[in-house]
């Protein structure tokens, strides 16, 4: 099972307008560039299922020539990729295959021709959030995820060469995770691919190389190794609290133990230590990180970025909207902040919501703004889902006055509640609906308001559970495939929704159904919907003449 962070809960730091579709794109092409020998020339993208209906209005063309050109999550040229392509001289073609069945509706596959006439082919899955996964290489299927510096050798599948690659790694002092061997009969063709604890220098390739049963030896350096998305290794200046004394080995011991599998289990650990669901979820964040040496007030300075550009994000459409790609929304957010405006004088036509939800209103909408115009932003959990956790946090601290630290803490909160419905069902629009986005946004918000008010671990996840039944069932039809609507005004209500639930639940007011089982609930009925209904564009409110018009198309 992949190991969830903070990082992958609250991120990835992006350009828009889809987590899954755009920078989940993006690192699967970032993925098959460390695989070739030379500069790409020449590349084909094959799209299947959800991302063969979407891929122009969710910028997963752009993104997808980013990332062969070796551009970060959070790059500002990925908008500008096509031209960038054409001046480095990489020519590259999309061919959606919408009816051809692929196991995950985010599907891409890339033939690649590079600088040195080498051949490339490769297949990778967008699995939510911005995680990808690379399924296939040159006809041999794989599972390489980029998480850990790993090592990618194709080779002849005979005695002897397993152990010689795991003898050069030991020669460099590089400390094997995992080893996994891909063929698909024995004594032929095969790849090995070892995921290390360890960056691999570039002497470990060519010494491995050295056997003659081996073809082709390629680095994969971690994700977690970008400024955009992760932690730096090594001693932070003035490090403290909980695990900063611990051992990698200690700190990989006490991981276990907070590990939570479940709601239950996080709830039953606060209620014992006497924390909040904040610290519980730093706790499990630094002995994560620990185990793997890195300082263990990365987080804090993670956290201050991320609060820093949700900030920007969500304030700058205000002053100066934009128009977004797709031209369906833009200019919102400004619209919203007169009307907050002309209740602040008194005059007619005022804002009907209290301040405290007028303000994060405007806030959800303008985060939406600037993902659907290609700036950067934070998904949390995703990209389509974006506005609802920054809205709420900035809203609360306008009108309530909580510090930024504050905030941070209830960031760490709602990176709890994401992290166990991302575990436990999913996040991605295009599994589960937008229940799962929105939904577990709306959620994530509403946990965290409720600590920041002074709710206990319980009734954060009362709050959750609440935001969850209110958005049960809530499917994910965005128009012409575009993040913007009617992702926007679902972003306001996610919000609004969130403040709601976490009033329920201070007031004490319980649940039949406990965070767990509502979770659960989600999963089922995300499995339950059609195909139309996940993020294809081809249902709900994107199959109505007045979308279809304005598609160019007609209803069938």
Do not use: W
């Not at 094959?46 to 979407?54: Q, R």
């Not at 680095?219 to 955009?228: G, Q």
């Not at 993020?535 to 160019?552: N, Q």
């Amino acid at each position: 099972m992949r190991i969830l962070g903070i990082r992958d809960i609250i991120g990835p730091i992006m350009i828009g307008p889809s987590s899954s579709h755009t920078a989940g794109a993006l690192r699967i092409a970032s993925m098959c560039r460390r695989l070739l020998a030379g500069e790409p020339r020449q590349v084909a993208f094959h799209l299947y299922g959800s991302f063969a209906h979407t891929y122009r209005g969710h910028g997963t063309d752009k993104a997808l020539v980013a990332g062969l050109l070796g551009m970060a999550a959070d790059d500002e040229r990925i908008r500008d990729s096509f031209e960038i392509a054409k001046q480095q001289d990489l020519s590259f073609t999309f061919e959606p295959r919408p009816n051809e069945p692929m196991p995950h509706p985010n599907t891409v596959c890339i033939e690649v021709t590079d600088s040195t006439g080498s051949h490339v082919s490769m297949r990778g899955e967008s699995i939510g959030g911005g995680a990808a996964v690379i399924t296939r290489i040159n006809g041999i299927d794989v599972r390489l995820t980029g998480e850990y510096h790993s090592i990618v050798v194709k080779q002849r599948d005979v005695a002897g060469v397993l152990a010689h690659i795991a003898t050069c790694l030991s020669v460099f002092d590089v400390n094997i995770a995992t080893t996994k061997l891909f063929r698909e009969r024995k004594g032929e063709l095969a790849y090995t691919i070892m995921q290390t604890d360890d960056e691999i220098d570039e002497r470990v390739a060519a010494s491995i190389a050295k056997h003659p049963d081996i073809f082709d030896v390629r680095i994969v350096k971690s994700d977690r190794a970008s400024e955009a998305v992760a932690p730096v290794k090594g001693n932070a200046e003035n490090a403290g609290g909980f695990a900063a004394e611990f051992t990698p080995q200690e700190a990989a011991a006490r991981f276990e133990e907070l590990d939570f599998a479940c709601g239950a289990e996080m709830l039953a650990y606060c209620e014992h230590e006497g924390i909040a669901i904040s610290e519980a979820m730093c706790r499990r964040e630094r002995c994560m990180l620990a185990a793997d040496g890195v300082a263990v007030d990365n987080t804090r300075r993670y956290l201050e970025r991320v609060l820093s550009v949700m900030r920007e994000s969500a304030t700058a459409p205000i002053t100066s909207p934009v128009r977004s790609m797709g031209g369906l929304i833009g200019g919102e957010a400004a619209a919203l902040s007169k009307l907050e405006a002309k209740t602040d004088s008194g005059t007619a036509n005022a804002c009907i919501a209290d301040p405290m939800l007028g303000r994060a209103t405007t806030y959800a909408m303008a985060v939406l703004e600037t993902n659907a115009s290609m700036g950067r932003i934070v998904a949390a959990p995703t990209a389509g889902s974006s506005g609802v956790v920054p809205a709420m946090l900035l809203a609360a601290q306008d009108e309530h006055g909580f510090s930024d630290e504050e905030l941070i803490n209830a960031l760490a909160n709602a990176a709890a509640i994401g992290y166990l419905i991302t575990r436990n069902a999913t996040v991605a629009g295009a599994e589960g609906g937008c229940q799962a986005e929105v939904g577990a946004a709306s959620a994530m918000a509403a946990s965290a308001a409720c600590e920041l008010f002074g709710g206990t671990p319980a009734q954060c996840f009362a709050a959750a559970s609440n935001a969850l039944c209110g958005l049960m069932g809530l499917v994910c039809d965005p128009v012409a495939g575009l993040v913007e609507a009617p992702c926007q005004k679902r972003n306001a209500t996610g919000v609004a929704n969130a403040i709601v639930s976490a009033q329920i639940a201070l007031a004490g007011i319980g649940n039949l159904a406990n965070f767990d089982e509502t979770v659960e609930a989600m999963r089922r009925v995300g499995n339950s919907l059609p195909f139309e209904l996940r993020e294809s564009a081809l249902g709900g409110l994107a199959a109505t003449p007045s979308a279809c018009a304005f598609c160019g198309g007609c209803m069938n």
